[in-house]
Nanobody, 114 residues
């Protein structure tokens, strides 16, 4: 599965961004899809995930501000990020899992200025 992420950029605190991740496979057939983020010197952090059996989960730090959805017709994963904060600044990666296989997009930079 190939994943292509886009939509990052530089915004001010309180503004919004919409990240997209286009997949080469039908996203509704992937058991798990997710967004992660990573800042220099830190481990990659799970932001949100969609799992067939368990629905949508969000990291506590983004609950109520981020919305993760799938556009099955376009094979696209969408992360709508509202009310952004400086500590949301990171490289964001889309992820898909099928069995023991993990697939990653190339990452897109999000920078939030105060």
């Amino acid at each position: 599965v190939q994943l292509q992420a886009s939509g990052g950029g530089l915004v001010q605190a309180g503004e919004s961004l919409r990240l997209s991740c286009t997949a080469s496979a039908s996203v509704h057939t992937l058991p798990v899809v997710a967004w992660y983020r990573q800042t220099p010197g830190k481990q990659r952090e799970l932001v949100a995930s969609i799992r067939h059996d368990f629905g949508i989960d969000y990291a506590d730090s983004v609950k109520g501000r981020f919305t993760f959805s799938r556009d099955n017709a376009k094979n696209t994963l969408i992360l709508q990020m509202n009310n952004l904060r400086p500590d949301d600044s990171a490289v964001y990666y889309c992820n898909a899992r099928r069995g023991n296989l993990y697939f990653w997009g190339q990452g897109t930079q999000v920078t939030v200025s105060s």
